[in-house]
């Protein structure tokens, strides 16, 4: 109960009580010896472990039902919405049509699905233009953006664990993608 000679913790203390096999007046009192520091709380716990428990406990009436219900649509009133997700709603057609909406390749698309791309290198202009394909909000999108882990977008089977790479910038997945050099300065002007 005690590491290497000293005294127990009180949290020791209590659960070695708890655990008694005689929890009678006896054991009790060799607590109380062994340990006056933990007096109160030895007690206090005494009396929570001999505190009869009653089976036969009445339902609750109509009144206290209607209480405890309404309380709880109270708090549940209280707790924040769960964020919305707009890349979740879409579909891989959804995704095909938003792909030709902004006149990239969809492997552009997949990125940024994928998150894969860095929030503050994308356009203004074209995260708008994007929100609006996705028929969502600008805010929507950006918080989104930092809330989801990304290693289980996919299902593959895989060998061994996926990771989440780096993101990178939205100009780089664009010359990844093959963009051609007018198209990318038009994009990254904001321009559709």
Do not use: C
């Given at each position: ?17 708890a655990v008694e096999s005689e929890p009678g007046r006896s054991t009790l009192e060799r607590y ?126 895989a060998d061994s664990k996926p990771v989440v790479g780096e993101q990178v910038t939205f100009e ?21």
């Amino acid at each position: 109960m005690s590491p290497a000679g000293g005294r127990p913790s009180r949290e020791s203390v209590l659960d070695a009580f708890a655990v008694e096999s005689e929890p009678g007046r006896s054991t009790l009192e060799r607590y109380l010896r062994l340990y006056p520091e933990y007096a109160e709380d030895i007690i206090d716990l005494s009396r929570e472990l001999s505190r009869e428990i009653p089976e036969d406990v009445a339902p609750l009436s109509a009144a206290d039902q209607a209480l405890i219900d309404a309380a709880w649509l109270q708090h549940a009133k209280a707790m924040p919405a769960a964020p919305v997700d707009p890349f979740a709603a879409l579909t891989v057609e959804d995704w095909r049509i938003v792909a030709k909406r902004l006149g990239v390749p969809r492997q552009v698309v997949t990125a940024l699905r994928e998150r894969r791309v860095s929030l503050v290198s994308i356009p203004q202009g074209f995260l708008a233009t994007l929100a609006e394909a996705m028929r969502s909000s600008v805010a929507q999108l950006e918080a989104s953006w930092g809330s989801t882990q990304l290693a289980g977008v996919r299902s593959y089977k895989a060998d061994s664990k996926p990771v989440v790479g780096e993101q990178v910038t939205f100009e780089q997945v664009l010359i990844d993608a093959g963009v051609s050099p007018e198209r990318r300065t038009g994009l990254m002007e904001g321009a559709n």
